[in-house]
Each structure stands twice: as C-alpha cells, then as structure tokens.
C-alpha cells in the first residue's frame, strides 16, 4: 500500500504561481513512477503530469506545457507540482497518483491516489 497526500492548494488569481505537494508513505516510494491528474468542475478527470522513478523523464499535458512543473524528492517521498502562469481553466481538483507501470496519461494504470486538493484559479 501507498498512501498519498496532496497539499499547497488554495485560491490564486490568474498569473499567479502555486506549488503542490504530495506526499508518500508506505512502500518504497521510489519503486514508483508519479503522476499528477485534475477534475474540473463538471467534468472527467484528466492527466497533468507524469514523472518516472528516478525523476528523468517528464510528460506534459498540452494545456500545461511550459507553465508547470512536475518532480520528485525520493529522500522526501514527495512529488511536486510547480505551477506557474496560472489561468482560470486551471481551477480543478488536483490528485496525485502512483504506478508502477509506465502509465503515463492513463488513469487506470495508476495503482493509488491521494484525496485531492483544490485550486481555484480567479480571474
């Protein structure tokens, strides 16, 4: 078992930059590569970013493509996400997520979750 929890959300305004944090204990959280998700209000959920276990290589969804940033401490058992540039359609439930396959943006081959937390992105 892997047990995630995510913090550092809260309410922006529109090109303000904010930092995400999720936090792993467990198993060894290195075993895992990580992945960052979000759920917009009304909508399905939907990949963010993705980072492997030994933290070199990165996949972007296009809409956050050189605004934020996903990486890893494997000493802290903790991934971030910096976000930067933030826009209003960036508001969304922010979850982390842990697999050992390399699932990249599928949501379904991510083995554990954290609880989420909100970003409200004002305008």
């Known amino acids: 078992q892997v047990q995630l929890v995510e913090s550092g959300g809260g309410l922006v305004q529109a090109g303000d930059s904010l930092r995400l944090s999720c936090a792993a204990s467990?198993?060894?959280?290195?075993?895992?590569?990580m992945g960052w998700f979000r759920q917009p209000p009304g909508k399905e959920r939907e990949f963010v970013a993705f980072?492997?276990?030994?933290?070199?290589?990165?996949v972007y969804a296009d809409p956050v493509k050189g605004r934020f940033t996903i990486s890893r401490d494997n000493a802290k058992n903790t991934v971030y996400l910096q976000m930067n540039r933030v826009k209003p359609e960036d508001t969304a439930v922010y979850y982390c997520?842990?697999?050992?396959?390399?699932?990249?943006?599928?949501?379904?081959?991510?083995?554990?979750w954290g609880q989420g937390t909100q970003v409200t992105v004002s305008s």
């Open positions: 467990g198993r060894t959280f290195s075993n895992y590569h």
């Open positions: 997520a842990a697999t050992r396959t390399y699932a990249v943006r599928y949501a379904r081959g991510y083995d554990y």
């Open positions: 980072i492997d276990w030994p933290g070199g290589n990165t």
